[in-house]
C-alpha cells in the first residue's frame, strides 16, 4: 500500500532523527541541507530513516514515488496514486516562504504551465492534493516541522493567475523596473516581487490563532474531509499514539473569509 502522511508523522515519532546531513537519511552525496530535508521527508514517509543500504533505499522509494523533481519546477515529490509534496526549508520560523517563480497552489493540476512533462505523465491524473512539508532548520539540524495542505492555505488558483496576468502586464510596461505585489489573496499572505519572485507567509503567521502551534516540534494541518480519507489502520494508529494530539479547528477559508473551514490539526514533540 503507498504511504501517506499519517504513516510519515508515525514514522517521525518513532525516529527522532534531527540531522539533515546524517547518513541516517541521506547518502554521503547530500551537498545542501534543502537537499538534507528532502531526504528526509523521502525518508519519513517511507520509513527509511535508518537504511544504510542505499540501493534497497532508492527502490523503496520508487515503490512509493511516481515523481521526483528538480528545484525549479513543482512538485518535489508525488506519492504514487496519492499527494503532490512541496518540500520548503526555511532557517527561521518566521520567516516567509519562496517560492521563486511558481505562485502558492491550492492543488497540483495536470494542465499546470509550472510542471514538466515528466511530472505530468507519472500517472494517469487530473488533479492531486498539495502538500506543503516546511522545515526549519539551523547548523544542519532540523528544528521544526509543519505539514500543511494546499486547500487550508492558499487559494484557488484563478486568484493567482488573475495576479499573474497583470504582474505580466506591468513587466511588459517599459515604465516599469522594479515593482511589488500585495495582497493578493483573501488572507493577505501572499507576495510578489519582480527581484524575489513568488512568497508566502509561513504557517506560524497564517493560523497564529490556533492553539500552541509554537509549543510543538510538529504541527499538521487538514481539512476534517482530508483526514476522513485516511485508511481507518492508519487513523487509528494515529488516535491511539500518546504522543500526539489530534483535534477538531475551525480555519479561515482562503476563499471567502465569511465562512470557516473544518479542519484536524494534528501535534507532537519528536525533538528530546
Same mark, same amino acid.
Given at each position: 500500500m503507498p504511504t501517506n502522511l499519517l504513516i510519515a508523522l508515525k514514522n517521525i515519532i518513532q525516529n527522532p532523527v534531527v540531522?539533515?546531513?546524517?547518513?541516517?537519511?541521506?547518502? %554521503?552525496?547530500?551537498?545542501?541541507?534543502?537537499?538534507?530535508?528532502?531526504?528526509?521527508?523521502k525518508d519519513a514517509f517511507c520509513g527509511t530513516f535508518n537504511f544504510d543500504d542505499e540501493e534497497h533505499k532508492q527502490e523503496i +522509494? !520508487? &515503490?512509493?514515488?511516481? *515523481?521526483?523533481?528538480n528545484q525549479n519546477n513543482p512538485p518535489d515529490i508525488i506519492i504514487r496514486n496519492g499527494d503532490a509534496i512541496e518540500v520548503k526549508k526555511l532557517e527561521s520560523p518566521n520567516s516567509a516562504i519562496a517560492l521563486n517563480s511558481s505562485y502558492p497552489k491550492d492543488k497540483l493540476y495536470t494542465d499546470s504551465p509550472m510542471i514538466t512533462e515528466a511530472c505530468r505523465n507519472c500517472e494517469d491524473w487530473k488533479e492531486k492534493d498539495l502538500l506543503y512539508s516546511i522545515g526549519v532548520a539551523s547548523n544542519k539540524i532540523l528544528r521544526s516541522l509543519? +505539514?500543511? *495542505?494546499?486547500? /487550508? *492555505?492558499?487559494?484557488?488558483?484563478?486568484?493567482? $493567475?488573475?495576479?499573474?496576468?497583470?504582474?505580466? %502586464?506591468?513587466?511588459?510596461?517599459?515604465?516599469?523596473? &522594479?515593482?511589488? /505585489? $500585495?495582497?493578493i489573496d483573501l488572507l493577505d499572505i501572499t507576495k510578489y516581487s519582480s527581484k524575489e519572485g513568488w512568497a508566502m507567509q509561513n504557517p506560524n503567521q497564517v493560523f497564529n490563532y490556533l492553539e500552541n502551534i509554537d509549543k510543538f516540534d510538529i504541527n499538521c494541518l487538514m481539512s476534517l474531509d482530508k483526514?476522513?480519507?485516511?485508511?481507518?489502520? %492508519?487513523?487509528?494508529?494515529?488516535?491511539?499514539?500518546?504522543?500526539?494530539?489530534?483535534?477538531?479547528?475551525?480555519?479561515? %477559508?482562503?476563499?471567502?473569509?465569511?465562512?470557516?473551514?473544518? !479542519?484536524?490539526?494534528?501535534?507532537a514533540n519528536f525533538i528530546s
Open positions: 540531522d539533515l546531513t546524517s547518513k541516517s537519511v541521506s547518502s %554521503n552525496r547530500i551537498n545542501s541541507i534543502g537537499e538534507g530535508l528532502e531526504v528526509y521527508i +522509494f !520508487a &515503490d512509493n514515488f511516481s *515523481y521526483s523533481g509543519w +505539514f500543511v *495542505y494546499g486547500d /487550508c *492555505y492558499a487559494a484557488n488558483k484563478e486568484v493567482y $493567475e488573475k495576479a499573474l496576468e497583470e504582474i505580466q %502586464n506591468i513587466k511588459e510596461s517599459p515604465l516599469q523596473v &522594479d515593482f511589488r /505585489c $500585495e495582497k483526514y476522513s480519507s485516511f485508511p481507518i489502520e %492508519n487513523i487509528a494508529e494515529i488516535e491511539s499514539n500518546k504522543k500526539i494530539k489530534i483535534q477538531n479547528v475551525k480555519i479561515k %477559508n482562503p476563499n471567502n473569509t465569511a465562512k470557516l473551514l473544518s !479542519a484536524k490539526l494534528i501535534q
